[in-house]
């Protein structure tokens, strides 16, 4: 009779059986993922294909190492896996050990292929990333709505730096239409002249769900912005072309938001820095240009000071010099006075003088004619006589008078007499000052009067 088997024994038999199979203790199969759900952080689900499914476990270490894929139902894998069975229950599964998507090989050759082909045409060049704005204004913030990056961005932008302006352009990020609609945002933005920077932002996904960022014309459209570009686009371990065509990469939206905008209480505090520093030079510098000063101005006054009496020797020289010239052409101009007043005098007394001897002469001419004619017409002679003495009288009154007169005039020119009389000379650096236009202001003069001479300013 053939051995009977307890359950407990027939399921052992069959886990040692498959459990301890070469072929089954690690297998590649392929499935779609089906009855999706997690417990204690391990993912439990169904793999089929058209005619059959199997139960699959997959631990929370093993979806670690690929947290970029989001299981989901309708999901197609590739796996490496065991094949391991429960005894009590009698159930097998796989114990899921890797995982990629199906397809997944075809698309990283299509992404390989054109990171290469874009990086020979130069759109990863170092030497042609734009710089980021240190203090951008107005930030373009290129996601989608419905998702939590766009609140994750714009907190934390606000949170460091809330003074800056953020537009959303509102975008699909995965599908087929979301290659058309960030183009169509893309263009949008590289319109306008008041966007400082651009970030465009995307939550992780698998690499199907990013390859909306992975399309030339988008990855040519980023290159061709106008303005800085920072890509946010999945997890850290994700990586687009976007990634390699923007300005900047982040690792993830929170990073994104970091790199785009200053700390601004940083900021302030910096400023605050710089101001004490700039005002503790400057009052350093002040200080020490007032000491420059104090050390220019006593040497300006001792200079100063020393020109002063050298000016002052010198003036005192040029009035002495100038006094002792003036003096010496008032003595020269009365010298002159003097001898024109002798010559004067002597020209009238030799004047009168001839005007008697030729009377006398006359005189004796007459009476020797009277003589000899004493009996020639005695009344007509005695009447001649009479008129020769009054024209004689008449002469000398005349004669008189003119000597008179030019001593008057002669005593007019007299140097001291115009003095006296309360009239003074004026000369400037001993020349006399006949007219107004002769003297300007501040020039110094010299007043002659009969008792002294008076120093004065022009003003």
Not at 65 to 73: A, E, M, P, S
Not at 133 to 161: E, Q
Request: hydrophobic share 40%; with cysteine; glycine share 4%.
């Amino acid at each position: 009779m053939a051995e009977i088997y307890t359950i407990s024994e027939l399921n052992r038999i069959v886990s040692n059986t498959l459990e301890q199979n070469p072929s089954l203790r690690q297998f590649y199969a392929k499935g779609e993922v089906s009855n999706l759900r997690f417990q204690k952080e391990n993912a439990y689900f169904t793999l089929k294909d058209e005619f059959s499914v199997i139960n699959a476990v997959c631990f929370s270490s093993t979806l670690l190492t690929y947290k970029n894929v989001k299981l989901q139902d309708g999901l197609k894998l590739i796996i490496q896996a065991s094949i391991s069975v429960y005894p009590p229950q009698g159930r097998y599964q796989v114990i899921i050990e890797k995982f990629k998507l199906d397809g997944e090989g075809d698309l990283n050759a299509k992404f390989n292929a054109l990171k290469e082909k874009l990086k020979k045409e130069g759109l990863f060049d170092i030497n042609k990333k734009k710089k980021l704005p240190s203090f951008p204004k107005k930030i373009a913030l290129l996601t989608s709505t419905s998702g939590v990056v766009i609140r994750d961005v714009v907190v934390n932008i606000h949170k460091k730096y809330p003074c800056v302006e953020i537009l959303v352009f509102s975008s699909l990020v995965q599908g087929e239409l979301a290659i058309s609609s960030i183009l169509e945002q893309l263009y949008k933005i590289n319109e306008r002249e008041d966007i400082d920077l651009v970030i465009l932002a995307r939550g992780g996904g698998s690499l199907e769900d990013l390859w909306c960022f992975n399309d030339e014309f988008v990855a040519r459209a980023i290159f061709a912005m106008k303005k800085p570009t920072i890509s946010a686009i999945g997890h850290e371990t994700d990586f687009t072309i976007a990634d390699f065509v923007s300005d900047m990469r982040a690792s993830t939206p929170t990073e994104a938001a970091n790199l785009a905008v200053p700390n601004l209480e940083v900021e302030l505090n910096k400023l605050s820095d710089y101001q004490a520093i700039i005002f503790k030079q400057t009052e350093s510098k002040l200080h020490f240009q007032l000491q420059l000063v104090d050390q220019f101005d006593f040497q300006l006054k001792s200079a100063l000071k020393e020109n002063l009496q050298n000016k002052k020797f010198e003036l005192n020289n040029l009035h002495l010099s100038l006094k002792e010239s003036l003096n010496s052409s008032i003595q020269i101009q009365k010298e002159e006075l003097s001898q024109l007043s002798n010559n004067l005098i002597s020209n009238i007394k030799l004047k009168k003088s001839e005007s008697e001897n030729e009377l006398n002469s006359l005189m004796s001419l007459i009476i020797n004619q009277l003589d000899k004619n004493q009996d020639f017409e005695k009344h007509q002679l005695e009447h001649f006589q009479l008129i020769l003495i009054n024209s004689i009288q008449s002469l000398i009154t005349t004669e008189t008078n003119n000597l008179n007169s030019l001593e008057k005039e002669l005593q007019a020119l007299d140097f001291n007499q115009i003095l006296q009389r309360g009239f003074s000379l004026t000369y400037k650096d001993g020349v006399l000052i006949k007219k107004i236009d002769d003297v300007k202001a501040g020039d110094k003069i010299t007043t002659l009067l009969q008792d002294g001479e008076i120093e004065s300013e022009v003003k």
